[in-house]
């Protein structure tokens, strides 16, 4: 097979093959549209279609290598051998902090341009191996129960937006004429469980909830990042297949939005439109539908059924090239069919792969990401001279814990137990025993630990979920509801253990370290343990930051970016799709935690707020004495809150750093449409009356204050 030269690194140019100079696709003096056009003119009809499918076969004949489009970087390149792991998606939107989820995503794709020079230099054309990454997840984290809920970036729209648009900026690069990787916005639209029954549930939506939740952070990724890919979801919305509706892929993403980039199907979706969902009858009508509406790769195994549909007349061989046309783009603006001189991207070299450089930001964003839901008399920080630390629960000394799902691989991770340990004094006496199963009884019923660990002058226990209890349907291998949870709360195992140490414990205190992608309720062990650090999954320097928290060389800052029920009883059911009684927006139940909510080790007030049409100005005074952050949260309360309208919604946050004792003036910008508010129709309305701003380190929420967040409220008329 002939070797595609603008693939390769500089170092094989020599071996170019000279008929590439009279292909016009590889002419760079002429645009890409052009080049597209001609490449897609001098193909046969069996060659084009095999170009649609997440597998492209080569063309030897016109010196087209193969292409696999499938490659995955949640919080890292993954799935593909080295590289650095950051914090889980949903431990990344806990920093609240833009410019460091940029930070990420540039080394990200970073090191996935060096992996891919690397890769095609092997020969390596596989899946994973590519630059076409389906990444991010920014589906709304509706429901905890939702085990993919770890992907996302919460429960907020504008939280949502605000992590996605910054995390595609640092994927795609700003080269005025290359993509450094190619993004991609999912799922594609209204997919968030349940898992179980996610390739034949139709997601009911009204036009309210769709414009106000569902889609305002598609809308986002496409306007204002430019996002190059989409990816259509596996369920309905509405009664339509989400990968072949017409209403979402032409009238809404193409025709309003304006969306210039490909579409690609979830994989095997296509086959669940006649499968499972039954809006089609066969493979050709599925594809056909999906090509139709614009469909521009099938991961997959329906659109070889192209041929089949073209004879049956469902639907043409030039709308096979106007689609194909438009998703051959892609790979020009990666910049596969230009000299590899041209494009600097491909200089990069796998030295910065899990680089001290990229570790350095992972340290840095699982800090941030850590969340303190606890800290009685002030326990935390520990100090590091005590004469005896206890370490058990089952994820203290795991690797897997620090993952989550879609993950890359590293020999540098550090456990939260190796963390602990590096951080306590020499003479410090410290002990370890797992002391239980991670979600079942222990089958020997002899236990030493709780009697051990209740002696010591601190016991820490380090529990809480993995990525084989939550995730996606085939990975959650513990999951007896396919990456579903059932019950919201801690395994009862670990209740038990909890209350177990508790019962024997002599007054010394306990330290309580959760691992999780989602909401635990945990009504039973709350007064059971003086402190609570949540650490979501933490990525590869994990252990480091969580012993940084526990041990005060940081001060947490961390956010919740979902609101945390006392119960699953107080959620509405999980297959429905309205948002009446979901999120900090229209939960009326108190929660245990509210949305934006996280303790540090001093306390911020707030005080002299003044409201204009496009910012909210106040001051924030650092009460305490060790220099911190805080995320500064500004929500908006229309006049008709609780009543259609949600009860406040985030319009904006800002990161600010104060010394100890210090008072800063903080101004927040927000949009026109921090006053916009949704009909039952889903058209915008700004309401007259007396809206109310609330501004302070969480949600406005009665149980804000009483677990000490500081937050303050002004009215302003329209």
């Known amino acids: 097979m002939l070797i595609f030269l603008t693939l390769l690194p500089k170092h094989l140019a020599a071996q170019k093959n000279e008929n590439t100079k009279n292909f016009e696709w590889f002419d760079t003096n002429k645009s890409f549209e052009k080049r597209a056009k001609a490449l897609v003119a001098s193909l046969t009809l069996e060659e084009k279609i095999s170009l649609m499918v997440d597998q492209s076969a080569p063309i030897d004949r016109l010196n087209i290598p193969e292409y696999n489009w499938w490659n995955e970087c949640l919080h890292g390149v993954a799935r593909n051998g080295r590289a650095t792991v950051f914090p889980q998606a949903i431990g990344l939107a ?38 076409t990454f389906w990444t991010p997840n920014i589906n709304i984290f509706r429901d905890p129960r939702w085990g993919r809920g770890q992907e996302t970036y919460g429960e907020d729209p504008y939280l949502t937006s605000q992590i996605g648009v910054n995390f595609v900026k640092g994927l795609q690069g700003n080269h005025p004429k290359y993509l450094k990787s190619a993004a991609c916005a999912k799922h594609y639209a209204v997919h968030s469980g349940p898992e179980e029954l996610r390739h034949e549930f139709d997601a009911i939506a009204s036009k309210k909830d769709m414009a106000e939740t569902y889609l305002p952070a598609f809308e986002a990724l496409v306007k204002e990042a430019k996002v190059e890919g989409v990816m259509g979801a596996y369920n309905r919305v509405n009664g339509e297949g989400a990968c072949a509706s017409p209403y979402l892929l032409e009238k809404l993403l193409k025709d309003t939005w304006g969306f210039k980039g490909y579409i690609v199907s979830d994989c095997w979706a296509l086959s669940d439109l006649h499968k499972f969902h039954k809006v089609t009858q066969t493979a050709e009508e599925s594809a056909a539908a999906a090509l139709n509406v614009g469909l521009n790769v099938n991961c997959g195994n329906v659109y070889p059924a192209l041929d089949g549909a073209i004879k049956q007349g469902l639907t043409s061989e030039k709308q096979l090239d106007n689609v194909l046309q438009h998703q051959l783009l892609t790979r020009f603006k990666l910049g596969f069919f230009d000299p590899s001189n041209n494009n600097p991207y491909n200089k990069i070299t796998t030295d910065v792969v899990d680089s001290e450089a990229h570790r350095a930001i992972a340290l840095e964003a699982a800090q941030k990401s850590i969340v303190l839901l606890k ?63 991670p979600f079942q009884k222990n089958v020997n019923p002899i236990d030493w630990s709780t009697g051990e660990i209740s002696r010591a002058d601190v016991g820490i226990i380090v529990m809480g979920l993995s990525g084989n209890y939550e995730g996606e349907e085939g990975e959650a291998i513990a999951s007896e509801s396919k990456g579903d949870r059932v019950d919201i709360r801690l395994p009862q195992n670990q209740i038990d253990y909890i209350k177990k140490i508790k019962a024997k414990n002599t007054g010394n205190p306990l330290v309580l370290v959760l691992t999780g992608g989602s909401p635990i309720a945990m009504p039973e062990v709350y007064d059971l343990v003086d402190a609570i650090v949540f650490a979501w999954y933490p990525g590869e320097e994990g252990g480091q930051a969580v012993a940084d928290i526990l041990f005060g060389d940081v001060v947490p800052s961390g956010k919740l970016p979902i609101t945390f029920p006392k119960s699953v009883d107080d959620l509405p059911p999980y297959n429905d799709y309205a948002m009446k009684g979901r999120t900090y927006k229209y939960m009326t139940k108190t929660p245990q935690f509210p949305f934006g909510f996280g303790l540090s080790y001093t306390s911020f007030k707030y005080d002299n707020l003044k409201v204009y049409k496009e910012k909210a100005s106040f001051s924030i005074t650092n009460n305490g004495n060790v220099d911190a952050e805080e995320v500064a949260q500004v929500y908006v309360s229309s006049p008709n809150a609780g009543k259609g309208d949600p009860l406040n919604t985030l319009v904006g946050f800002t990161r600010v750093s104060l010394k100890a004792g210090a008072t800063k003036q903080v101004s927040i910008p927000f949009s026109k449409k921090a006053f916009v508010q949704f009909d039952s129709d889903g058209k915008e309305i700004t309401r007259k009356g007396t809206y109310t701003i609330h501004v302070g380190g969480a949600s406005p929420n009665t149980i804000t204050t009483t677990l000490g967040i500081d937050v303050i409220s002004s009215p302003f008329n329209m």
């Open 94 to 131: 806990a920093t609240f902090d833009q410019d460091l989820i940029f930070k990420v995503a540039d080394a990200i794709s970073t090191e996935a341009r060096a992996k891919f020079n690397a890769s095609i230099a092997i020969g390596n054309r596989g899946k994973y191996a590519g630059l």
């Open 375 to 437: 800290n009685n008399n002030n326990l935390l920080p520990l100090k590091k001279d005590l004469k005896s630390v206890y370490v058990a629960g089952p994820n203290a000394a795991r690797e897997d814990v620090l993952l989550g799902n879609y993950y890359g691989v590293t020999s540098k991770t550090q456990t939260i137990l190796d963390g602990i340990v590096s951080k306590v004094s020499a003479g410090t006496s410290i002990n370890y025993k797992q002391g239980l199963l």
